[in-house]
Nanobody, 118 residues
Framework: VQLVESGGALVRPGGSLRLSCAAS????????MSWVRQVPGQGLEWVASNIDSIKSTTYADSVKGRFAISADHAKNTLYLQMNSLKSEDSATYYC????????????WGQGTQVTVSS
């Protein structure tokens, strides 16, 4: 399994970014994948999940209405569209694959840094 995130950048408050997670080494269609973020010195915060097998997406309250998770099966890529970014969204964002159950993150990417600052 390989998960490679990209798209992190420095962006101003109110701006938008789209993160990508290129996936390989497993069957992407029907998989359960998530975005999780971490601020240095703090714990992991779950952001959003896409459970492809049941066409379900869920979001943390902190990002609901601003972020959107999606999957492109043709490209085996998971996305996180982030709009109306706030300084508190600054973090390293990881994509994660659940293989044992939807809420167990078995495989992780290396992360991509998002900084929201004026």
């Amino acid at each position: 399994v390989q998960l490679v995130e990209s798209g992190g950048a420095l962006v101003r408050p109110g701006g938008s970014l789209r993160l990508s997670c290129a996936a390989s080494g497993f069957t992407f269609s029907g998989s359960a994948m998530s975005w999780v973020r971490q601020v240095p010195g703090q714990g992991l915060e779950w952001v959003a999940s896409n459970i492809d097998s049941i066409k379900s997406t869920t979001y943390a309250d902190s990002v609901k209405g601003r972020f959107a998770i999606s999957a492109d099966h043709a490209k085996n890529t998971l996305y996180l569209q982030m709009n109306s970014l706030k300084s508190e969204d600054s973090a390293t964002y990881y994509c994660a694959l659940s293989q044992s159950s939807p809420w167990v993150f078995d495989q992780w990417g290396q992360g991509t840094q998002v900084t929201v600052s004026s």
